[in-house]
Structures are given as C-alpha cells and as structure tokens.
C-alpha cells in the first residue's frame, strides 16, 4: 500500500504562485510515474501534469503549459508542482496520483492522495 500526502495549497491571488508537494510512503516510490489532477467544483477531476519514473519524461495539459513545472526529488520520495501565473480558473482541490507508467487518465490511477485546495482570487 503506498499512501500519498499533498501539501502546499491555499488561497492566492491572480499572477501568483504556489508549489504543491506530495509525500509517499515506503521505499516504492521510483517504481511509479507520478502525477497531479485537478477537480473544480461542479466539474470532474481532469489532468494537469504527469512525470515518469526518472523524471526523463513529462507531459502536461495544454490548459497549463508554460505555467506549471512537474517535478520529483526521488530521494526525498516526494513529488512537486510548482504553479507559476495563476488563473481563478485554476482554482480545484488538487491530487496527487500514483500510477505504474505515465498517464494521463484517471484509470489508471493505482494511487491518491486526499487531495489539497487552491483557491485563485481575480
């Protein structure tokens, strides 16, 4: 079981930035791609950004490209995203995901964390 703690969210205005961290549990944590998804109210939990085992490879959504930076410090066990120019439509609580290979779907999602708010002001 790998368990996964997001922090690093709150409340920011418009043109600003914060930098999310999410812990995982054990010794495993370079035998998974990581990533982070993102659930507005109302709305279903889509991608945002996704990084491979070593960090060679990553992808992002075009909705946050040129903003958001995927990162991951191995060892550490923890993996980062550090959000530069924020938008209120930005504003989610935002998870972090475990998966065997890089992803983009929620499917294939083994592992989340609980999630944590960021709220953009205008």
């Known amino acids: 079981q790998v368990q996964l703690v997001e922090s690093g969210g709150g409340l920011v205005q418009a043109g600003g930035s914060l930098r999310l961290s999410c812990v995982t549990s054990?010794?495993?944590?370079?035998?998974?791609?990581m990533g982070w998804f993102r659930q507005a109210p109302g709305k279903e939990r889509e991608f945002v950004a996704a990084?491979?085992?070593?960090?060679?490879?990553?992808l992002y959504d075009d909705s946050v490209k040129g903003r958001f930076t995927i990162s991951r410090g191995n060892a550490k066990n923890t993996a980062y995203l550090q959000m530069n120019s924020l938008k209120p439509e930005d504003t989610a609580v935002y998870y972090c995901?475990?998966?065997?290979?890089?992803?983009?779907?929620?499917?294939?999602?083994?592992?989340w964390g609980k999630g944590t708010l960021v709220t953009v002001s205008s």
């Open positions: 054990g010794r495993t944590f370079t035998t998974y791609a």
């Open positions: 995901a475990a998966a065997t290979t890089r992803t983009t779907s929620i499917n294939d999602v083994r592992y």
């Open positions: 990084i491979n085992r070593d960090g060679s490879s990553i």
